[in-house]
């Protein structure tokens, strides 16, 4: 009978699946055939060599380099063979399995799990027969194996001068907007000096290609080092990350434990104490950098151990970057304001969208106190938070604050609310232009680890009002700001337990309208508030100061592998414990840099 074409399709089809699935079979049934004669010809030592013993031993306690130990001496390259096979074996079987989805198949599956069980119980009793009689062994022919010294363990050879540091932070916008921009502060001028990798789980191209041409392509080399694993591995890791997120995401930077490697924690909090779990997460890293006084308080208060806890403020380009000189006011202001508020006295405020920047307070302050008589604009730059997925979200929560309905900051609004208006999504590069625009600063927060958008503003050379409180103490002083006092605290919102500062209202309300009526003295607050960055601040510092911080934490790295682990001198002498301290250099001359001058303010 004559077949169709596609009965010939079909049937060819066919064949070939049962075809296949048959040179699979035999090909595991093959691979599995040398594991078991692998495992009869090394595991037992009376086969093989015509039944006699194998003599090729480690010296006594050395131990597998895959971390099994058998007693006091074994075939070190069997059992490593052995291992080797059966783990590459299963993970062929557990593909075959899992690649087995045809009904017809199915036995197929069922010989390929037996199978497994079958290899693992084989590698099990003959590793244990194996060590046994190796054991026997060893009791009866101790005295005739000579004495051995132990080979020695590889000293540290970093050049600590010149670290190689990895670097963990998010590189996006939005939530984590304020970890990227540190970061691109303290890589884009220490790339020039030392090999950095960027390590980042939460990278956005878009905010990279946002920044600075020169600046966004470094950053993705940067970035681009981090995946390649020809490079040398790194003598030091920092991670802008929680410290318990620190301690689960150790091992994926995949760095031998037989080398020195430092773990850092670059972190703060803007509460007066640390969040549950901190503490037992931080004794499991090597050092915490903070970046202000205040924080290193309040993880001292704790109990964290002070050798840990290290300051490392956080810089800003004066220069290029935040330099009022550089940007036209007129041109900026036509970019950003509305013809109606360019003649108008602009408050801005930057800040992330959840409840410790104090937003309510300070929409609730702004309108109390200014109304449709006073030329004044209020903007804001806010990015989204966890709990808002719309921009427009922002607008009806300060309406609610007025009693007011939704979207009731439109164009026919009252006069005193089309004062508050959202700022649109920017380039990060468009920040110095914002900030050019506006006449004063306004920031009263809860609690800030630091306040980058607070020391960005006094780089530009804008008064600012925001809270005497947390981080910004390190910089602001009634001679180069507007700090607003504290007089009482509350329980902190993510961590009830804790505190931080309460927002009074009265008093923000009467440095809105200081700084908006005396425009001499916002003046010369505005130029001491560039001076104090530009002198203790600026990139160059802090870069110089991060350097020595990393060199040190090389250093002890170094320090702390060789106590760990003795060597041996040509002598053949050991050399460990206390004694490793005279073998290693002293400190590289940077290690412990403070801030050359103090800031006088």
């Known amino acids: 009978m004559r077949l169709r074409r596609g009965q010939v399709r079909r049937t060819t089809a066919i064949l070939a699946v049962v075809v296949g699935a048959i040179f699979l079979y035999h090909v595991q049934y093959q691979r599995i055939s040398r594991v078991l004669k692998t495992f009869s010809d090394f595991a037992s030592p009376r086969q093989g060599n015509g039944g006699q013993k194998r003599p090729h031993l480690l010296p006594p306690n050395a131990k597998h380099r895959n971390g099994i130990e058998s007693g006091k001496i074994y075939r070190n390259d069997a059992i490593g063979r052995m291992l080797s096979e059966a783990r590459t074996e299963l993970h062929h079987v557990k593909s075959m399995a899992q690649v087995t989805v045809d009904n017809s198949l199915n ?142 995401h150790m091992w994926n930077w995949l760095v031998s434990k037989r080398r020195p490697v430092r773990y850092v924690s670059r972190t703060m909090f803007e509460a007066d104490g640390l969040p549950t779990g901190w503490e037992a997460a931080i004794d499991k890293i090597d050092e915490v950098w903070v970046p202000s006084e205040w924080n290193k308080d ?50 801005l405020s930057v800040f992330k969208f959840e409840t410790r920047k104090a937003w309510r307070e300070l929409v609730s302050a702004f309108l109390d106190e200014f109304d449709e008589e006073d030329p004044v604009t209020l903007l804001l730059r806010t990015s989204p938070g966890d709990n808002m997925h719309l921009w427009k979200d922002f607008e009806n929560e300060a309406c609610a604050l ?39 600063f306004v920031l009263p927060s809860h609690g800030e680890g630091w306040g980058r958008p607070i020391l960005e503003a006094m780089a530009m050379a804008l008064p600012v009002i925001t809270t005497n409180w947390s981080g910004p103490t390190e910089y602001i002083r009634a001679s180069n700001a507007y700090p607003l006092p504290v007089t009482a605290f509350e329980p902190c919102e993510m961590e009830p337990q804790l505190q931080w500062a309460t927002i009074n209202a ?20 505005g130029q001491r508030a560039r ?71």
């Open 107 to 248: 036995k197929h599956k069922a010989k390929w799990g037996r199978r497994k069980r079958d290899i693992i119980k084989k590698l099990k009793r003959d590793i244990s027969e194996h060590v046994k009689e190796k054991r026997s062994w060893n009791t009866r022919s101790k005295a005739r194996i000579p004495a051995q010294t132990p080979a020695p363990s590889p000293a540290p050879t970093a050049n600590c001068n010149k670290p190689v540091v990895m670097w963990d932070t998010p590189m996006a916008g939005g939530n984590v907007n304020g970890f990227a921009s540190e970061a691109i502060s303290l890589l884009y001028p220490l790339s020039d000096i030392l090999d950095i990798r960027l390590y980042s789980t939460y990278y956005e191209e878009d905010f990279v290609e946002s920044l600075p041409h020169n600046v966004g392509e470094r950053i993705h080399e940067l970035h681009m080092k981090s995946t390649n694993r020809s490079l040398p591995p790194p003598d030091v890791i920092v991670s802008q990350w929680s410290p318990p997120e620190l301690v689960q």
């Open 402 to 440: 007025r009693e007011l309905p939704p979207h009731c900051f439109t164009p026919h609004a009252p006069t005193a609310l089309r004062s508050v208006r959202l700022l649109p999504r920017m380039s990060t590069k468009s920040y110095p232009h914002m900030y050019k625009a506006a006449d004063a």
């Open 506 to 525: 009265s008093a923000l309300q009467a440095l809105l309208r200081a700084v908006y009526t005396d425009a001499a003295v916002r003046a010369e607050r």
């Open 298 to 347: 309040v993880f001292a208060a704790r109990g964290i151990d002070q050798h840990k806890l290290r300051v490392l403020h956080e810089g800003v380009d004066t220069e290029t970057y935040f330099n009022p000189d550089m940007f036209n006011r007129r041109q900026c202001r036509a970019k950003l304001l509305h013809k109606t508020e360019r003649r108008t006295f602009v408050f």
């Open 531 to 601: 001076q104090t960055v530009q002198h203790a601040y600026r990139n160059n510092n802090v870069t110089h100061e991060v350097l020595g911080m990393l060199q040190s934490a090389c250093w002890h790295a170094q320090r702390d592998y060789a106590r760990r682990h003795p060597t041996t001198t040509s002598e053949g002498t050991a050399i460990g414990g206390n004694a490793a301290k005279a073998v290693l250099p002293d400190p590289p001359n940077g290690a412990d840099l403070r801030l050359a001058e103090k800031v006088q303010l």
